[in-house]
């Protein structure tokens, strides 16, 4: 009876994943029943919780928010946001009519996509791996171990990268050239480009990326393990069925995160491994604004195209949370 | 879901809310108009000799810091307050992130009273210049800065240079008359020389080729190994300029003939003439294949491991290691069939935006003293190479003979002394002023600067001018497509990836995207500076 | 871990498959860190020519000389562990209640809430303005410039709200309700006590992204004295990449002596300022590990 009540109310759909291990049927007792009035009332202290983020979110980044219409004006630091002149669409269409644009916007999500196919999963399976193992010295300095490359600076990360793969003397092709065979030309093949980008980015960052999800797994309930094993399912059947679908929400989570910035791959990376030969397939957006902005700061130019891309990215992230509170309940809202 | 759209709604209403509240708040242009009306105040300022002013006065700069030394501790400007009278404080911001800074305080609405190694872009100048925040120098320097005034007297280009379309000058430049090099030259590598047995240079494109034909080939290093790369470039930014005068071209973009004519490098016959060159270096393997993806410090390793023969770099030793030496010679430019005598670019011989004045500043006369101190012998002297007695010292001052004291690391020390390290500081380079403190090894390359490039009639390819804001907006655009299609279309021309039978595509695409009209804006401008 | 019982075959086959793999990305991994170590204590000329890829070639110590000589290393030292541990306090204080009030189905508003928040990780006013709140509010120069502008970050809440949704049983809500307990009493007696791998986890995310940040003190302070590590590792190297940038175009010779004589610097420095900055925040990291320990506390309140 309660659970329908609880349906008409204003969080008409539940973002709770049911827990393992627990009938879905049991009921949940709060006031459910009451005015909406009375349910704020009753948790007046969540407000109080929400209350400095909010605060924080409207002074640091609601206030700043108009400076978003210099993209729609010509803007030049001495005048001010306000007083410069409007130009309507024109820097949108400078953007959109470039000889690069369709170029830009293919690259920019392949490289994204590419990465997240790649970068995505690696971190789940090594989270879950760690998992198994016991606790001592081995895990611990596994774990320190791949953790610690997150923490070399793009400049050197990418000068290493040009070293390894240096054709006449990079550790790399030669231990390749060591199989007899010819390496390709990693650096200038453009077909080379965006794997050489996202596998040295997986190399740094998927021991990082396990933390969320080790500290997620810490959730597991132990109960759940130990009735497994009396019905002798196997460890692996075990990090299936109980491990796996605890971290469930939050890869769903971090997905739809990771959907929501498709077009936002940086420049500093790429542009420390773009040279002209590589360049049609390593010139993505952030770098091309990056150029642009050399020849002379164009403040309304580079807002544009940053607009353009929050707009994208929020379709696909609002598309993709849609998606998934159809199919798994999990989502952002 | 209702409920969810509800809730958008009503964020929406909050969100434009909060923005009209606060773009009423955020405005920062419209503040009381400080200073600019009452100039000067009550000091009196000196129109020669020091102090500039009887009583101290305080005035703020902003300037790129390089983060050796704490201004404040400098030699050289604590000297500067002694003489001026006049005491700086330095909102100075870390050198690579100087250019977002400077924005930000131009939006800010509250400027430092002096720009000092700003860098200041012509369009920078214009705008701001007419926004009235900075203030027009011309009749400053009419009564205040009799050295700087003398400069343009005696060079009426830097005048026309320096002058915005609107007739007013905002910046002052930084004069080098002592810098002949348009860009790093190149060097050739003296051990192959001698090795080679070659007593004179090459002088055409052919000769040239044959040389690094034979580096490849007779294993000067002598090592049993074919491992020597002839010409090694990072990127050929380097080496662009040097081998594009051999096909009559004197600049990667911008160039003006000798009868006054302009063009856009990307579609001269000439620049298709030095990609056929390059790409016969390429497939015979003379021009290193990682020219595109080498890092300076790899082609460095190259070097140093003696193994290239002909590399860009402002001094040999920078590359080859070791210590300054005359053994390996500057290259002469070489020429091609296509033109008689190889074009030689020669820089500029000014920096713009190396300072300026802001409405904020009380005191424009005082300063423009000061910063004039700068562009004087004795002022240029103290800011390159410090007091008296630190580093140097005089061994005949009638004749401005000067001799180094012996101080180990003179480059660091220097560093700690004087602003003029790493950024680009108002002064006037003059032969007086190192008199004495050349080195053999200056000496050396002076005179190969002089035999090579300068007796060979190098000249300044493009001068430095100033764009109308809308010819400055179209060249913006069209330069961000042209410049990524033209390097990457180089690229390929070289590397045989595109064949140069694909020349006329080229040209055509480049002429669509607008190569044809960046011509014309910089005939048009060329034009209006050459009738100044 | 989870019981001592015997393992069957395909268990321990399974386990063997598991302890292959994590050695595997051990060797991986560890490469790239030997690789920039041994860099560090090696003359640069050999590492940009590839002939050291393992072990030190042409042994020197001058890198990490010219960063320990600094002064301002240990003042930058200081000001980063300061900011860091206030800056990330503060993280906490705002992330944690928020994320919990949002975890909870009951509390009305939330989805309002939560799309204000998200629409601030798309939409943003872009650095003029946020330079001229910031000066508005008077914080040029302070350290409050590095820290509030950085109170929180949307993503961490979501991260943390999700933890929250997932592992803290709504039982436990409903019986504290059922005794009369306040939410107050709720969060911080009974909910925070049971998540300290999340605690963990934002400690370490926040601690993280203030340890590394330069941008803002790059915009915000003018005084050196304030400056954190990355700030001061930054004018060491900041000529390097300038030198590959312009290679010589219209310069001063004055320019040209100093540029060259600071890339010099910058390649025998480069890699030992990686070690000098980051192996504090590596050392923490065993530290951390053992709050992620799987099922402890939960088991412990059902029990």
Redesign the interface.
Known sequence: MKESVEIAG???V????P?MG?SPGKM?????GKS?WS??LQ?W??????A???L?????????????Q?AFKN?????????SEWVGFQHFE?FFN???FGDLLWNTLSLSLYELAIGFPLPII?AL???????GF?K??????????H???V??MA??I??FL??????LVRLIELFGIDAPKF??DPSWFKTVYVISGV?QN??WGT??Y??????????L??AA?VDGA???KRMLHINLP?IV??IS??LI?NM?NVLGVGYEKVLLLQ???N??SS?VIST?VY??GL?????SFS?AV??FN??V??IL?VTVNQIAKRTSKTS?? | MGKGKKGWALLLAVVMLTTTLLSACGSPDKKEDKGSGSKSGTVEVSKEGFPIVPEQINLTLMAPDVGVQNWNDMAVLKKMEELTNIKFTYNNAPKDSFDTKKNLVFSSGEYPDVFLAAGLTAAEQMNYGEQGILIPLEGLIDEYAPNMKKILEENPSIRKSITAPDGHIYALPVVDFNQPWYRNPMWYNGKFLKKLGIDKLPETTEELYTYLKRVKEEDPNGNGKKDEIPLSSVNLRDIRTWLLGAFGVYEEEVYVDDNQKVHYTPMEDGYKEYLSYLSRLWNEDLLDHESFSQTSEQKKAKAQNNQVALFSDWHAYMTMGGEPGMEDPMFVPVKSDFVDKPVIARNRGITIGAFAISNTNKYPEASIRWVDYLYSYDGALLFSKGPEGMLWKYTDEATKKKEYLPVENIETVRSTLTPNFGIAIPSVTTDELLKGLKTDFDLWVDKESKEKLLDKGSRIPFPILFLTSEEQAEVNVLSSDLNTYVRQMEAKFVTGAEPISNWDKYVATVKKMGGDRMQEIYQAAYDRWNSN | MVTAMKESRSDKLFLVFIYLFLAAALVVVLYPLIYILSASISTPKFVSSGEMWLLPKGLTLDGYKLVMQNPKIWIGYGNTIFYTVLGTSINLLVTLPAAYALSRSDFIGRQFIMAMFLVTMFFSGGLVPSYLLVKELGMINSIWALILPVSASVWNIIVARTFFQSTIPKELQEAAHMDGCTNMRLFFQIVLPLSAPIIAVMALFYGVSHWNSYFSSLIYLNDEMKYPLQMVLRQILVLQEMTAETTGASISGDIAAAMNNKAEIAALVKYAVIIVSTLPIIVVYPFLQRYFVQGVMIGSVKG
């Open positions: 204003p969080e008409g539940d973002l709770q994943q827990r627990r949940r007792r709060l006031a459910s909406t349910k704020m948790n202290e969540l407000y109080l919780f929400v400095p983020a909010v924080y979110f409207l002074i640091f980044h609601y206030a700043p928010m108009y400076g978003i210099i803007f030049i630091p001495a005048k001010g946001i306000l007083n400078r470039s000889y690069y090594l791996a760690f998992n198994e193992v016991k606790n081995f611990k300095s596994v774990q320190t171990v791949t953790y610690a490359p923490f070399i600076s400049v050197v000068g290493m040009i070293t240096s054709p006449s003397s990079g550790m650096l200038d190399w998927a021991g933390i969320i080790l500290a997620a797994l810490s959730g597991v309930d132990p109960q393990h130990e094993i196997s460890r692996f605890t929400p939050t989570i971090l995160l929501g040279n002209s030969l360049m049609e010139d091309f150029r642009s020849v002379n700061a164009q403040f807002t940053g607009l929050s707009v990215n929020a992230l952002l809202w």
